[in-house]
């Protein structure tokens, strides 16, 4: 019998990747591609889409030709994307205009303001179960349509349209499908969490015409049948990265959460059938949905920078030629020094939602070495962490038992000891730290039957490491209180 | 055999200079052709003995240049290139997985996957092991790491001297993969093989460990289809570590 596989397209914020998994969940090959990252002003994040979409192009077949598969052999494509991440492109040509505005892009924070201020605000938080912050994308679409002449009136008629990663990826491999699913339609701010379709009086706050729009699908379903890159194989699910990541790491029950440790860190805890408004800045998002059921929410603490304070470590300050160096690094000295860094680089996202904030790096003595900034980058990501943690369990009002981590942080062990340090928790990495891909590969596979159902897949997770908590509570609350303190030297740095 | 006693040229040239030098000095200083001496340079940079500064494009040398001799390899970037291949071999082979290197002549354990049962373990990253009484040290000192002058007893199946252990390390050469069968402790056994970077450079080697019972067959032999799947781990590590297909 010839093996069968499913193929996972993890589209990144920095990077693409295409996976082939086999029915273990177990990665059978992998290959990669970074893409350019635009920086046009400071505050300002931009991809150009086509590119992606030529990386996809050339990395579905290179993966099968590393795992020794033929096309046949693909049961089914899912994708995990980078969300809120807004492409728009030209119907007719499938051209796209102007470069891709990406999560990480602040330049909406005056327009949010504004909007904030407007009449119906309180209706679109309300509906989208979202704040109104330039994270989401409702407001880049606003922008783009503002700032490209002429684009408002094209996007009334439908010849323009509008999409997050996914939507923009299935539209080139299916050759012209305008779909996207609920996970990443939820971060548009544009959607009503309850009926999950757009919400008219939301499109109208915002001036997005609905003819621009994908239809909005459950997250795990046959979309539709690629006709590029995978040619006659079905595209079976499509979920936000972190969406899909708690999908991967099969957190199918209320109460169960992970973390990603990636270029951001993003913690979700599944609360079931049940959207749970926060009172302690965390996120309402939909967990996933499968076709024919009800949908999954989730609570999101949402960590803007993590990783891209070791990648800022590494390019910007070049102290290190590697990301994992920075363990190394760290290693050369047994504590911080005293040095704390707050990487809030384009403002604070959970619990704080400070768009004004601006990075520090406090407490810098003569004393203080390489060694010991790189220990502050490494519990920057704990204690930001710990921050979001701290909110989850006020929200749900039960206590975090352990931590599921994933994400290529996960291999840095100075870190996630950390971690369970001041979080007083096992964190918990399962045998795929891929989860990400994971979960969409899951999502399709479970779509076209190739794994029968969620049990069959928690029967795929398995213990890989864990890490036990380690460090004396009066330690622990210090470093806590002086975090803290370094945090709230951040706020008002940028003046209105 | 001119293209290395031109690289190295170069390597003096910059080491001897003040600061950054650019693609035309450094030609004209050897009297090479500019193609020429940028061929060189590219090789020199993919391998980390030369750097290009990405404002000027002058060169300089790189970072591995002064790390050579301490291991060119920073361990904890081989976890994190690894990490990916680690946890598909624990879970073909349903035992534990460890990553280890040189230290001082013992083995660095610097990675550690579960045994996937899910039963309580503790991770042992960081923690040495003896050379010659592992799979992971054996696989090791084949390729190049210095073995230890006293040779530890472990169990009555350790290796006790350096003639037998010059013996085994030449069936690993001739295998390409290493065994300890109750080595180092009774009722365990280990199944090892070399991680190669660049030009077939042994960096480290990926090995699974568990009860002797489920690694050997009837005949106290490591079971083929285990040992298929540790070597299938440590190429694809070594592939995406640079080494050319084998």
Known sequence: MTERYVVAIDQGTTSTRCIVIDRRGQLVSLAQQEHKQYYPKPGWVEHDAAEIWRNVERLGPEALRRAGATIDQVAAVGIANQRETTVLWDRATGTPIGHAVVWQDTRTDTMIGQLDAKPGAEGVRHRSALPLATYFSGPRLRWMLDHHPGLQERAERGEVLFGTMETWLIWNLTGGLHVTDVTNASRTLLLDVHTLDWSAESLEFFGVPRAMLPEVRPSVGVFGTATAAFPGVRIGAALGDQQAALFGQTCFAPGEAKCTYGTGSFLLLNTGSELVRSTHGLLSTVAYQIKGEPAAYALEGSIAITGSLVQWFRDQLELIASAPEIETLARTVTDNGGCYIVPAFSGLYAPYWRSEARGVIVGLTSYITKGHLARAVLEASAWQTREVVDAMNADSGLALKTLRVDGGMTADNLLMQYIADVLDVPVVRPLAAETVSLGAAYGAGLAVGYWPDLEGLRQNWHRAAQWLPSMEKARRETEYGNWQRAVSRTFDWIQA | ?246
């Open chain 2, 1 to 246: 055999m001119q293209s290395i006693e031109r690289a190295a040229a170069v390597l003096r040239l910059l080491a001897g200079g003040a600061g950054r030098l650019s693609l035309g000095e450094i030609a004209r200083s050897l009297d090479l052709a500019k193609g020429t001496t940028h061929g060189i340079l590219q090789t020199l940079r993919k391998v980390g003995f030369v750097e290009q500064d990405r404002v000027s494009g002058h060169y300089q040398l790189g970072a591995a240049m002064l790390r050579l001799g301490t291991g060119y390899l920073d361990v904890n970037e081989l976890r994190s290139r690894s990490i990916n291949w680690a946890d598909p071999l624990a879970s073909r082979s349903g035992e534990a997985v460890r990553i280890g290197t040189v230290l001082e002549g013992q083995v660095l354990v610097v990675h550690h996957v579960f045994r996937p049962d899910d039963t309580f373990q503790t991770l042992d990253v960081g923690s040495l092991l003896p050379m010659h009484a592992t799979a992971l040290g054996k696989s090791l000192l084949a390729y190049g790491a210095t073995p230890p002058t006293s040779l530890d007893r472990f169990t009555s199946r350790t290796i006790g001297t350096q003639r037998e252990l010059a013996a085994a390390l030449r069936v690993v050469r001739e295998c390409g993969w290493s065994a300890d069968i109750e080595e180092l402790t009774p009722g365990e056994a280990s199944i090892a093989a070399p991680i190669r970077a660049y030009g077939g450079l042994v960096v480290g080697a990926i090995g699974i460990s568990g009860h002797v019972e489920r690694l050997c067959d009837s005949r106290y032999q490591p079971r083929p289809p285990l040992v298929a799947n540790v070597r299938d781990a440590a190429r694809a590590v070594s592939r995406d570590l640079g080494a050319a297909r084998r």
